[in-house]
């Protein structure tokens, strides 16, 4: 049996960090960077052997999701888990003080994330979907 203790973590760089990994599952923090801002967007991605979970912890954001319905913009509330199911292709577009919380499966190296460009249809779908203070100047 290991040392019975606490770990408080944080994670104040831009981008995707790991901060607990045990067994089979991995938990990260996930700050603003430029592939999260809407000048960059246009990648959906899916994992095939893991849900994603998000959460949102601060800041403003949106979750995109391929579903069987189409393309679903979600205008992402702090504190409201989002589980984006294994295989289902998504993205997530955020204000520059965003933080999300990362839930998922570790994955081996031969499970690797999938990428694929947004088409001209998928973006303006999902253009008018865009909440006012995503769109605003």
């Known amino acids: 049996m290991g040392i019975h203790r606490v770990d408080q973590l944080t994670w104040v760089e831009d981008d995707f960090q790991p901060v607990v990994e045990f067994g089979g599952w991995l938990v990260a923090l996930m700050n603003w960077s430029p592939r999260f801002d809407l000048s960059g967007w246009g990648t959906l991605e899916r994992h095939n052997h893991t849900d994603e979970v998000f959460v949102l912890q601060k800041g403003r954001a949106v979750l995109f999701v391929d579903t069987d319905a189409g393309l679903e913009c979600i205008d992402m509330t702090?504190?409201?888990?989002?589980?984006?199911?294994?295989?289902?292709?998504?993205?997530v577009i955020g204000t520059t003080d965003v933080q999300w919380l990362i839930v998922e499966s570790r994955h081996a190296p031969d499970q690797a994330t999938e990428y694929r460009p947004l088409t001209d249809d998928e973006r303006i779908n999902l253009l008018g979907q865009f909440p006012e203070w995503l769109v605003q100047p």
Do not use: D
């Not at 589980?83 to 292709?89: F, L, S, Y």
């Open 78 to 91: 702090p504190g409201v888990v989002c589980n984006v199911t294994q295989g289902t292709w998504h993205n």
